[in-house]
């Protein structure tokens, strides 16, 4: 398994951005739910780097980038300036990766990147207006949530979220198969 060490400072700095881009990214690909989405969005994004530094243990690599991207707040402003590249940074950065680690380091890299994104997505459920639904319906959202998580998520994925998480995931996937 690889390390951060591995890489020059300037690559460094890259893939550990990468990581933030890709959920600012998602998080500003639509504008349902305006600055409350964005702040819950940001709030998520940065649990989900501290998840994933501590899911990744086995893979120091992905450790290392997720732990880096929450902690390097300093450059946050300079790697939103950059999130509408995201998908071409993600894929550039699994090009340096599949160079110089292994192909479980490219995997995790991967899954990692969805993951963030995938987080993002589902942390604000956009695309309707909640006073506009009945308490019945409220109800039901509630049982879904506790019944089936997995189908929960899914419904707070905008439509405008699914495909650029599509299009993430389908750009890793083509780095994968060189």
Same mark, same amino acid.
């Given at each position: 398994?690889?390390?951060?060490?591995?890489?020059? !400072?300037?690559?460094?700095?890259?893939?550990?951005?990468? =990581?933030?881009?890709?959920?600012?990214?998602?998080?500003?690909?639509?504008?349902?739910?305006?600055? #409350?989405?964005?702040?819950?969005?940001?709030?998520?994004? /940065?649990?989900? =780097?501290?998840?994933?530094?501590?899911?990744?243990?086995?893979? !120091?690599?992905?450790? &290392?980038?997720?732990?880096?991207?929450?902690?390097?707040?300093? #450059?946050?402003?300079?790697? /939103?300036?950059?999130?509408?590249?995201?998908?071409?940074?993600?894929?550039?950065?699994?090009? /340096?990766?599949?160079? &110089?680690?292994?192909?479980?380091?490219?995997?995790?890299?991967?899954? *990692?990147? &969805?993951?963030?994104?995938?987080?993002?997505?589902?942390?604000?459920?956009?695309?309707?207006?909640?006073?506009? &639904?009945?308490?019945?319906?409220?109800?039901?959202?509630?049982?879904?949530?506790?019944? #089936?998580?997995?189908?929960?998520?899914?419904? #707070?994925?905008? !439509?405008?979220?699914?495909? *650029?998480?599509?299009?993430? =995931?389908?750009?890793?996937?083509?780095?994968?198969?060189?």
């Amino acid at each position: 398994m690889g390390n951060l060490s591995t890489f020059v !400072p300037e690559d460094r700095d890259f893939l550990v951005g990468v =990581f933030y881009k890709v959920g600012v990214w998602i998080s500003h690909i639509d504008d349902d739910g305006e600055d #409350n989405a964005d702040s819950e969005e940001e709030k998520v994004l /940065m649990r989900v =780097f501290d998840r994933l530094s501590k899911k990744y243990k086995t893979t !120091p690599l992905i450790s &290392q980038l997720t732990a880096e991207a929450g902690r390097q707040t300093s #450059n946050h402003a300079r790697w /939103m300036g950059d999130s509408e590249e995201a998908v071409a940074h993600a894929v550039k950065g699994a090009e /340096m990766i599949k160079a &110089q680690m292994g192909i479980e380091d490219l995997k995790a890299y991967r899954m *990692a990147l &969805q993951e963030t994104g995938r987080s993002v997505a589902t942390a604000f459920r956009e695309g309707e207006d909640e006073s506009a &639904q009945t308490f019945s319906s409220k109800i039901k959202n509630v049982l879904l949530k506790i019944r #089936n998580k997995g189908m929960h998520d899914a419904q #707070n994925i905008s !439509p405008t979220e699914d495909t *650029a998480l599509i299009e993430l =995931f389908d750009a890793l996937r083509v780095v994968s198969k060189k």
